[in-house]
Every structure is written in C-alpha cells, then in structure tokens.
C-alpha cells in the first residue's frame, strides 16, 4: 500500500486537551498487540491548524477484544464493528477495521466484514477525512490524498463519488457543509455526482438532514453554503420553498438575492432562531403587513409566522427553535416603521426573550434592503434599555402589576392586559419612574372605567 504523504502535527497535538486521552486509549490497543490509529475529522482538524472537537480510533481489535481491554464500554454499534469506550476521560468511538457494501436503504449496509486499515479508508465518504495519526510519532498518514486535497482546498469523495453518495446520501450535504466550512471547492467529479444524485436525500431520514443543516447554518460561512445547496439541486430536497425563490430570481433585488445578502448580513454567532428568520423571512412573509392588521405595538405577521413554524416542523427542529423563530418572523416588519412607533411599542417588544434574535435579524434584514439608517434607532432603544437595566432578565421590572389592578378592583380581563402593556410601554419611555406618576396614572385609568 502506497503512502500519498506524511506530515507531522506535534504542536498542534499537543495544544489539543482531546489528544492526550485518545492517546492512551491507542496505547492500551497496541500494548495488547493490537494496531490502532486515529482517524477522522480531528486527524483533518490538527493539519489545518483547527482544535479537533473529537477523534475517532480505529484498530485490527474485533468488538470483543475492546471490551475485554476497557472497563467501561458500550456496545450499541457493536454489530458494525464500532465500540464506544468510556474509559480515558471518554467516551471514544473505537472501529474495528472493515469493509462494507450492499447498500438498500442510502444508510445502511448490507454486509460488514473485518478488513484491513487500506479497506477501512476506502469506505469512508472523503479524502480530507480520511486521514491517519500515529500519536506516538505524530505523523499524519495518507493513502487517499487528502493531505493534497487540504493543500489545494477540494472536497473530493474517496472513489467513485455516485458510489459514496449511493451509500449514504446524507453525503452530499456533508460534501456542501465542508465546503462551505472551510471556504474549499468541489472537486468536478464530486460536483457532477451530487447534481446527477441529488434526489437521493428524500430517502435519508429528516431527523439526519436536520443535524446537518442545524450545523451547516449555524457556521459563519452560511450563506456560502446556501448558494452551494442552490447550484447542485441539494435545496430542491432541503427547502423547497426557498428553491422555488431561486429559480423565479430575475434581478438583484429579487426574494433570492434578497435572502442571501440577509443571511450574509448576519453577525457571525448570530442565534440560530435569527439565522431561520432571515432563510425564511422572504419564503413565509414578503410582504409587509396593512395598517389595518396592525396591533398596538406595530406590524404584526402571525400568518407568516405560523408558517415558518409549520416548515421548521416539517424540518424536526426543536419545538423551541420553531416558536423562537416565529416570534422573530411575527414582527418582521417594525425596524422598517419605528420612526412612527411608539418608543415604548419598540422597546416592549426588544424586552422579551428573543431580543437578541430580533436584533440580529431586523439588522440584517435592513442591510438586505440597503436600509440600514432605518435599524438605526432600534439600535439606539436597545442600547437605552440595557444602560437602564431594562432588557429582558435585566434588574428593572415595571412599576405595575396585575396586584396593583386588582386591588383597584379590576379582574383579569382584555382590558387588564392593555392596561398591564400601556403601564409597560409609559415606564419604557421613563414616563412613570415615581410613585407619583404610577398613582397619578391609575387614578386617571380608573375614571375611564
């Protein structure tokens, strides 16, 4: 077997809190007579400098042999070769070497064989995963030339790229996410396969495409990975309705367009309840809202929202983010309408839980409109509200309270909400800081009873 190149990653090892741990688990393998190297996703991480979230282990060890070595293990993949050891500061998925094929479902295969380290690289998805460490020597192995692919920034399948596809159709949007990721291109060939295969991921599970997509988006290289999933047909299969956008786009100003300098538009580490506003927002609410429909604090769109929740459902993501996500979607609209609102309309709906998503996404919704002067006084509220200790969790609460109503005499009622919300708003505006001004100001409210 011919080694494409060997580079050494000692420092950046040795800078890994991870690396130490798996270390000793490859130790105690190889102390029993066993081979063992890591592989994987970490192995890639140390030669481009990134600190590795985990390493995978690999070894000539069968399933039974690792679980006579480690004291605690749990052998939920063991019928794949893949023991998960929780020994050595744990847990490290240990993989027997093998090879597999048979592939029915675009997940699972058929047969799995024990094999050799050549076999085992041969089965995974692409070169710059299939990469070795030897961490006694700190040398990086390849035999599928993904040190060269880093080098020059591909993503290509290890072999025929319609056969790891064929395997595992989740692969493609793996294929995109790196991509996008690390700034990397796909390889021709890789490229070709995905657009020719792309209607494959209706057979992966949505629960499996939810965790890419979570990951992919949640990165800062997002809208890159966007217009990748747009170009090889991958959102045909992912989000439907935003594919439809991209084939009606005509200009610049299009829905599409619009999206994707939203999307750009966003802080880095924006919340991931902003980031499914900003992909949605054009989908689900294009249009701003009538006047008329309009509630006391400004434009409202409970249609689009619900039906942001309702694609978001479809997606399985977490119930949380689907009504987080709604409430960002509810009050599109109002960055382009605050110099007609109320100071104390603003500033209630920036003090609730999903402030920090409202802004992000109001921020990047205007950029994508080349309207940013028109965010700029919700930029200044949200800046008042958090010097006064305002924001929502912050020490400041309001100085009326459904006891204060009700020991006027007033029972829980619409009318007991507006007057909550109004005593809400006025505090806001600093117009009811003494208790002066609060009992001036029921007094007045109870008269119109």
Known sequence: ?????????????????????ARRVVQRLRDAGHTAFLVGGGV????????????????SARPDEITQLFRR?????????VITVLDEGGPHEVATFRAEGGY?????PGWVEYADLHADLQRR????????????????????????????????????????????????IRAIRFAARFGFRLDRN????????????????????????????????????????????VLDEVLPELAALAKTSRDAWSPWHRTVRRITALPDDAPLSAVFAALLADVVELDDPPRAEWDADGPISPRGAKEAAKILARLRAPNTLQRAVAAVIERRWLWRHCSVLRLGSVARI?????????????????ASMNRLTAFAPIHHVAHRLQL????????????????????????????FAELLAEAERRWLEERLETTNAVTLWLDGQMLRR
């Open 1 to 21: 077997m011919e080694t494409q190149g060997i580079v050494t990653v000692r420092d950046a090892a040795k800078r890994s809190p991870d690396f130490a741990p």
């Open 44 to 59: 890639r991480d140390l030669v481009l400098g990134r600190a590795p979230k985990d390493f995978d282990i690999v070894t």
């Open 125 to 172: 998805d692409f070169t710059i995963n299939g990469l070795v460490l030897d961490p006694d020597t700190f040398e990086v192995i390849d035999h599928v030339g993904g040190l060269d692919d880093l080098e020059r920034g591909v993503i290509r399948t290890i072999g025929d790229p319609g056969a790891r596809f064929g395997e595992d159709a989740l692969r493609m």
């Open 73 to 81: 293990t749990v052998s939920v993949g063991a019928q794949f070769g």
């Open 350 to 366: 920036l003090r609730t839980q999903h402030a920090e998503s409202l802004l992000a996404f109001w921020q990047a919704d205007a």
């Open 104 to 108: 029915e479902d675009k997940r699972r």
């Open 388 to 415: 006064r200790g305002r924001m929502y969790g912050g020490p400041a609460r309001p100085p009326v309270t459904g006891h204060d109503l009700r020991a006027r005499g007033l029972e829980p009622s619409s009318r």
């Open 190 to 233: 890789t490229r070709r396969a995905l657009i020719e295969h792309h209607g494959d991921i209706k057979h992966v599970a949505t629960e499996r495409i939810w965790q890419e997509l979570e990951r992919m988006l949640a990165h800062r290289n997002r809208a890159k990975a966007l217009v990748l999933m747009r170009d090889t047909c």
